[in-house]
């Protein structure tokens, strides 16, 4: 377990002299403040705001869906390329660890980024009488918690995969997208489709978590795929030992 | 062994052609969706190529087999596959029965102490289908926290599934499904479709159900009243599925032939005689409504050459419950047909709060005039309300004759006008709703907005079967939020514009220009 804490936060710090680290966050932070400023600006001239907390969630998501392959693209993917990997592995720590550790200091980093995302319901509940609905805030942003949890281990088990961080960038992406739309085969009420609609990533966020529901079933659904990811990729790390 | 070494050279070339053959088939079946003949050559032209290439070397396939890659390999599978397994089996459990947590402050979507005594006194079990397109998707998602909460309450006793009317036009049928988004909650052999599911309306379809007796709506026949029975755009056949679909039973009456109307009546409704009715008619009716009924009048305006004699109908309902038909035909500028009669708003009453914001439309109508009574057993409420540009035009002459339309500030009554207006009498605990129109509920309109929903509510509160249950109402938070100052707006706009991103982008440079100079 020491291991695991050791190789995270390397990777967390790694990312503070990372160029794609800050670009990613700036453009986050752009991007949000931007939609953010537009409603306020809105307000003032006359429309109405919705008193709603979740103000930028909704975009924060669909950035992260090309943001996270973007931090995860070089975590194991490099290391392998640099030829650093096979250092890694004969050092005394075994192939999970370093797995979930890259994973932890992905997490690590971006849940830096999501905490400043805050101010955001921050402000918007000092501007409306008697307050937004924190109970919604809280349960939409362990939503997007757990959600973003899951995009980083599928991002680290492509990772894993690659030797050329961009070809692990755009596979992610492509991964995270299907996961994406899936849902909207959901849309019909037979069996395969139902299928499909409960695998869908943002669906299983948007109808319960989202809400303010803290559903038992949406949480074990993104902490499984966590955890299934984060095999895989201990698979695919161990069998760089023995192909 | 010169000829093995020879053949062992073809064996890649046998599984390529297995593997081309392989994905050739299944090329075809995705297109074709049929076991074919060529589906059939094509898979045993694979397994020929796949068995061909074992043959021809042999040994290549013992060494993968038994070889440490292999060995390796099934067991990477092997932990994947389990850990895989494991983790859908949790998920299919918890998903059978979804436990969850309601944070939101009002506690929205957590159900009433009245809803779970009535998923507690379930004796069988429940099915709650919904009729949903693709099309209403989302409103199927809105509705899913709430079905979530039901089945997760109801101890496996209830379970709910999605349909699509499109795909499964049996099941549609079956349950009587007539508009897009409508559920039917099913228990056992009977069912009862509710159009607008809500918590209200499960619970009260669910508390229907479990007390099942016969509730037997009347429709007056013999002069010229609307046709349940025609199926053209003026006969009221979408009327009775509708009415069926939520278990009434419909029925005609004849007051000419037998002067008393049934006792199992919860119901009975006059839509549009063409000729007056008798004056011993009225009087069953009244006798009727003192015994404690229901009772709905559609009206249409009048033609021009019968005014003249009284009809007992109306002279009733205005001398008994304070609602007179006037002699008018509403003219109406807010609708896209002057001649139709379009409600902006609707009375506050327990008909009206289920109408979801959805407007109705009276084509011809005549309207309403609340009257002031001496009787204080007797509460009216004006249903239906149309806009400021609207009168009740009462030349109608004019109209007819020349097709003209004028405002007559003398003779004519300025909108907003009453189209249809509910009464009921404390003492017998009777209950009347009168329409200024009956074509609105015809079929030809019975769809149009709201018209088929004001109607059907209508007839539910006459016979006394709109709120069996009342949920305790749950308190919904007022938030506004104040538009800032300038000052505020600017120190947001340096706050979010300005500061985070430049804030990153600073750091970014610092740490750049950090490890240069270390360099």
């Known amino acids: ?48 705001i919705d008193p709603d907390g979740r103000i930028v969630l909704g975009p924060l998501v669909t950035i992260l869906l090309f943001a996270t392959p973007a931090v995860t693209m070089r975590l194991l993917a490099e290391e392998h390329r640099m030829g650093t990997l096979e250092l890694l592995l004969t050092a005394p720590v075994r192939d999970w660890e370093v797995i ?53 281990a599928i991002g680290v088990l492509i990772s894993a995969m690659f030797k050329n961080p961009m070809a692990a960038f755009f596979v992610a992406l492509a991964i995270l997208l299907v996961l994406w739309i899936v849902g909207s085969l959901g849309s019909g009420a037979g069996v395969g489709s139902q299928i499909a609609g409960s695998l869908s990533l943002v669906d299983r966020y948007y109808n319960n978590l989202y809400r303010g529901i803290i559903s038992l079933p949406d949480v074990l659904y993104f902490v499984s795929l966590t955890i299934l990811a984060l095999v895989f990729g201990s698979q695919i790390v161990e069998s760089r030992r023995w192909r | 062994m010169e000829m093995r070494a020879d053949l062992r050279r073809f064996a890649p070339l046998a599984y390529a052609a297995g593997l081309v053959a392989m994905a050739g088939t299944a090329a075809w079946w995705i297109v074709g969706r049929q076991f074919d003949l060529y589906v059939r050559v094509g898979l045993a032209l694979s ?24 060995r390796y390999g099934s067991n990477a599978f092997l932990v994947s596959l389990a850990v895989f397994g494991i983790l859908a089996v949790v998920n299919y459990v918890a998903f059978q029965s979804p436990t969850q ?60 599934e999605f349909v699509d009317p499109i795909e499964n036009p049996v099941a549609r049928d079956q349950y009587r499904i ?4 409508s559920m039917a909650v099913v228990v056992g052999e009977a069912s009862e479709v509710v159009s607008f599911p809500s918590e209200e309306e499960i619970t009260g379809a669910l508390i229907r159900l479990a007390n099942p007796e016969k509730r037997k709506i009347y429709f ?27 278990n009434y039973e419909i029925a005609t009456i004849s007051l000419l032939l037998d002067p008393d109307v049934p006792d199992d009546a919860v119901a009975v409704v006059v839509a549009a005689p063409t000729s007056p009715l008798s004056e011993d008619e009225v009087k069953s009716l009244g006798e009727y409504l003192a015994g404690g009924g229901g009772l709905i009048v559609l009206d249409d305006p009048t033609a021009p050459t019968d005014e003249d004699k009284p009809d007992p109908l109306r002279v009733y309902l205005e001398t008994k419950w304070g609602l007179r038909l006037e002699e008018n035909l509403v003219v109406d500028f807010a609708s896209t047909v002057p001649l139709a009669g379009l409600s902006t708003s609707y ?93 609105f509920a015809a079929n030809g309109y019975f769809f149009q907005i709201g018209n088929g929903d004001i109607l059907v509510n209508s007839l539910d509160w006459a016979s006394g079967q709109e709120n069996l249950i009342s949920l305790t109402p749950k308190t919904s938070t007022q938030r506004f939020v104040s538009p800032p100052s300038t000052q505020t707006t600017g120190l947001i706009f340096l706050l979010t514009i300005i500061l985070m991103p430049g804030g990153v982008v600073g750091l970014g440079l610092l740490t750049w220009w950090g490890r240069r100079q270390r360099v």
Not at chain 1, 110 to 125: D, E, G, H, R
Not at chain 2, 47 to 69: E, H, K, N, T
Not at chain 2, 102 to 128: F, I, N, R, S
Not at chain 2, 347 to 357: F, L
């Open chain 1, 1 to 48: 377990m020491r291991n695991v804490w050791i190789i995270a936060s390397r990777e967390f710090r790694q990312y503070f002299i990372s160029p794609v680290a800050y670009a990613v966050a700036a453009s986050i932070y752009l991007i949000l403040g931007g939609i953010f400023f537009i409603n306020i600006y809105f307000a003032i001239r006359g429309s109405q």
């Open chain 1, 100 to 152: 979930v550790g890259k994973w932890l200091g992905a997490f690590g980093f971006m849940l830096v980024i999501v905490a400043f995302t805050w101010v955001y319901p921050y402000i918007l509940n000092r501007m409306t009488d008697p307050g937004i609905d924190q109970g919604i805030l809280v349960s939409a942003y362990l939503g997007l918690v757990l959600l973003l949890s899951t995009m980083l």
């Open chain 2, 47 to 70: 397994i020929l190529g796949v068995a061909a290439g074992v043959l021809l070397d042999p040994d290549r396939v013992r060494r993968a087999l038994v070889g440490r890659q292999m």
């Open chain 2, 101 to 160: 947590w309601d944070l939101t402050e009002d506690k929205q979507y957590t159900l009433t102490p009245e809803t779970l005594l009535t998923l507690e006194g379930l004796a069988q079990p429940v099915v709650l289908k919904g009729f949903y397109t693709p099309d209403r998707a989302s409103s199927r998602d809105e509705v899913r926290p709430l079905l979530d909460a039901y089945q997760s309450r109801s101890d496996g006793m209830l379970t709910y």
């Open chain 2, 178 to 181: 007539m508009t897009d988004g």
């Open chain 2, 220 to 246: 007056l026949v013999g002069e010229g009243e609307r046709d349940t029975g025609a199926a053209d755009d003026q006969g009221y056949t979408y009327l009775k599925s509708a009415l069926e679909s939520k």
């Open chain 2, 347 to 439: 009375g506050d009453h327990p008909i009206t709060a289920r109408m979801r914001n959805l407007g109705s439309i009276y084509p011809s109508s005549r309207s309403i005039e609340v009257m002031t009574l001496d009787d204080p057993s007797i509460t009216q409420t004006s249903l239906v309300l149309t806009g400021d540009r609207s009168w009740g035009e009462t030349d109608l002459a004019a109209l007819q004759d020349r097709n003209e339309l004028n405002f007559d500030a003398e003779a004519d009554k300025k909108g907003p006008l009453v189209l249809a207006a509910a009464a009921t009498d404390s003492t017998s605990s009777s209950r009347v709703v009168v329409f200024g129109d009956s074509d």
